[in-house]
């Protein structure tokens, strides 16, 4: 069975990955010309743990290749999947479809043969009907079907996601298409539950789910407002919550606001959705703008714990969105240091993975250390971003001493409060009344 992915980013190659590593005969295409160089050289675009390893394997066995040519991907594939992205409109809000009409209507004049169009992009409802329309317009004697197979890959844990989702969801009403679908996902058949449905449900089974996700996360984050004025601590609410089997422990890490590239995205396009179908959405509208004012509240909240010495050096540690990510798109960290930087220009950042992504967008305002030492050597404060794990070990009784005074803002409430307190740090957390 031949496969061609469109589109060879974040989901795109560790999909693809996947599929080769199953046996598949895998052919990625992306416009991106610089990228498609690099993979063929078998250098990686992006950071996923366990992803170099077997994309190294498939890439040097051949069942994994690269190319910049829809046209030479497509040919006599089985299935194509759309993988390309599906950012925020500027103006609108809505999901911006550009990229994936402009991949159907490539893709359309090279099908050969019975081939299903599969939609792994995040799409709004109605999208793959569109699909349809503008393959079946630049090819009329194409013989396909699209169907929708959303992406619930969380960045960081791809590879994997890849291997062990909790579901797999599959939208189509042909059963053409389901026996072509059933093949490809055979090796998931004995592991994992595979939902069939009707395209728009699976189409709106993604933005539910993270539009729920995204609500869960404002939602401690709320809860945390709350601890810090009435003097409970959200660490031990949360933990209390999460025990609970019906609510669960995952999303209740109070924090700075969600962001990524999807959750920030996602909810805004289905607050959109919403008034497109005339079906008010407004817990995610009101979520969607409590989320942007925490984000900007947080970078004050910086600048205030700073207490006016914003001339000496600032260690800021994270800057992916998240930890286990190079990821830095709509990242709460970066925001924030933009906002720090209106205060100070002594700021130095370090993230293990993020750092050249960061750079792209912060460009020589901050400097940059190789390592936590480093970036926090002679820091008049440390401000913790990103929850990777090497912050939350951080030696504190060593940090105090590299220090020039011993104050840390821990907006991922990694460390240990109360150690951090008695090592005679100022420590600044979420959601307990700090002293
Ligand atoms: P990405 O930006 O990392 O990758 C998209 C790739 O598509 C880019 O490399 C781009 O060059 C390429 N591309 C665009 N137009 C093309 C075309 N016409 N032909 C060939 N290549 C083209 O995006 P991503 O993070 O992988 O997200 C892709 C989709 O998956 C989005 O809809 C996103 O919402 C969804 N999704 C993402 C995640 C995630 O964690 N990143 C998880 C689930 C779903």
Redesign the pocket.
């Known amino acids: 069975m031949k496969l061609a992915i ?7 190659l560790p999909t693809g990955t996947g599929f080769a590593e199953l046996g598949f005969d895998v052919v990625c ?4 010309k610089n ?1 498609i160089d690099k993979l063929n050289q078998g250098e990686l675009t ?1 950071f996923e743990e366990g992803l170099k390893e077997i994309f190294i394997r498939n890439l040097k066995s051949n069942r994994l290749k690269f190319t910049t040519d ?1 046209k030479n991907a497509v040919k006599g594939a089985d299935v194509v999947m759309l ?4 950012p925020q409109h500027a103006i609108t809000k809505e ?1 911006d479809l550009s ?1 994936i009409y ?2 159907a209507e ?1 893709l359309a004049p090279h099908l050969e043969g019975y081939t299903v169009i599969a939609t ?4 709004p409802v109605g999208t793959g009907d569109e699909i349809e329309k503008i393959i079946r317009t630049a090819n009329q004697t194409a013989d396909f079907d699209t169907v929708s197979i ?6 960081g844990f ?1 590879i994997y996601d890849f291997f062990h989702p909790d579901r797999i969801v599959i939208g189509t009403n042909s059963d053409k298409a389901r026996k072509v679908m059933e093949e490809l996902y055979q090796p998931f058949a004995d592991k994992t539950t595979i939902l069939w449905m009707n395209r728009r449900s699976a189409e709106t089974v ?1 933005y539910a789910s993270n539009a729920f996700l995204a609500m869960k996360i404002h939602y401690i984050n709320e809860m945390a407002d709350f601890c810090e004025k009435s003097g409970a601590d959200i660490n031990e609410v949360a933990k209390g919550m999460g025990l609970d089997s019906r609510i669960g422990r995952k999303f209740l890490n109070a924090g700075p606001g969600y962001g ?3 959750f920030p ?2 909810t805004n396009a289905m607050a959109q959705m919403g008034k497109k179908w005339g079906a008010e959405l407004n817990l995610i509208e009101t979520v969607i703008a409590k989320n942007d004012e925490r984000k900007a509240k947080m970078a004050q909240r910086v600048i205030y714990a700073l207490k006016g010495n914003t001339s000496g050096k600032i260690a800021v540690l994270g800057l992916a969105f998240k930890g286990g990510t190079d ?1 830095c798109r709509e990242s709460p960290a970066i925001e924030i240091v933009q906002e720090m930087l209106k205060y100070s220009s002594n700021i130095c950042v370090y993230d293990p993975k993020a750092q050249e992504n960061a750079a792209m967008i912060l460009k020589n305002r901050v400097q940059y250390a190789s390592g936590i030492k480093e970036a926090c050597e002679n820091a008049s404060a440390v401000v913790i971003l990103t929850e990777w794990a090497e912050f939350g070990n951080i030696d504190l009784t060593n940090l105090k001493k590299i220090m020039t005074t011993p104050c840390i803002i821990d907006l991922r409430n990694m460390l240990d409060k109360n150690k951090a307190l008695s090592e005679g740090f100022e420590y600044q957390c979420i959601g307990f009344a700090n002293v």
């Not at 295409?29 to 991106?32: H, I, L, M, N, S």
């Not at 792994?120 to 799409?123: D, E, G, L, M, N």
């Open positions: 469109i589109g060879t980013g974040y989901v795109g295409a992306d416009k991106d990228k992006l829809i993988a390309v992205g599906t999901a990229y402009a991949a490539e792994k992009s995040t799409v959303p992406e619930f890959l969380r960045e791809a993604k990524g590239s999807c995205k996602d990821d």
